[in-house]
T-cell receptor, first 111, second 115 residues
């Protein structure tokens, strides 16, 4: 069965430091992978996706993600965190037509 | 351009009542999805429309849940005889085409509370 795991419930990072939010997946065939961000009382906002090609994908707000097929991972990264990056982050994999979601990782950026 | 809109933003109802939740997708998007998100969890797929027809309704939890998209644009999720366990945020997303690589864009959600 297709699945996504986000092993960290919460990640704490000091402002200005690099951040990584981890995601691993299990899917048959070539995966379509997505990252979304959710701010309090707001909907899910698309950040970036991996379909094919370059393993390093760049997205909105300075975020990027690295696809690693051998490790079945798609970690979200940013070189320098901002306090405004504090939010809930979801990794998802496309299975047929629907998205299969991780449980989410709460990212807290401290000034 | 306008994004996906959902109304109402909040709905409080009593156990046993009927509710309707509306989704207005991005203009021109042919695919529309409904998800349900409980506190502290990722979204859970409910149903997918391609045009007017429900292409996959395998995520609907039981026959109290029903959704329509009669003209291939606006969709309504209908819940009969609501139960306290139905309380969640109901999310709608639209996608330009049917292709798996395309991005789903989400509305702000409707928070349903069943008392």
């Amino acid at each position: 069965a297709q699945s996504v795991a986000q092993p960290e419930d919460q990640v704490n990072v000091a402002e200005g430091n690099p951040l990584t939010v981890k995601c691993t997946y299990s899917v048959s065939g070539n995966p379509y992978l997505f990252w979304y961000v959710q701010y309090p009382n707001r909907g899910l906002q698309f950040l970036l996706k991996y379909i094919t090609g370059d393993n390093l994908v760049k997205g909105s707000y300075g975020f990027e993600a690295e696809f690693n097929k051998s490790q079945t991972s798609f970690h979200l990264k940013k070189p320098s965190a901002l306090v405004s990056d504090s939010a809930l982050y979801f990794c998802a994999v496309k299975s047929n037509y629907q998205l299969i979601w991780g449980a989410g990782t709460k990212l807290i950026i401290k000034p | 351009g306008a994004g996906v809109s959902q109304t109402p933003s909040n709905k409080v109802t009593e156990k046993g009542k009927y509710v309707e939740l509306r989704c207005d997708p991005i203009s021109g998007h042919t695919a529309l999805y409904w998800y349900r998100q409980s506190l502290g969890q990722g979204p859970e797929f409910l149903i997918y429309f391609q045009g007017t027809g429900a292409a996959d309704d395998s995520g609907l939890p039981n026959d109290r849940f029903f959704a329509v998209r009669p003209e291939g644009s606006v969709s309504t999720l209908k819940i009969q005889r609501t139960e306290r366990g139905d309380s969640a945020v109901y999310l709608c997303a639209s996608q330009n085409r049917q292709g798996g690589a395309d991005t789903q864009y989400f509305g702000p959600g409707t928070r349903l509370t069943v008392l």
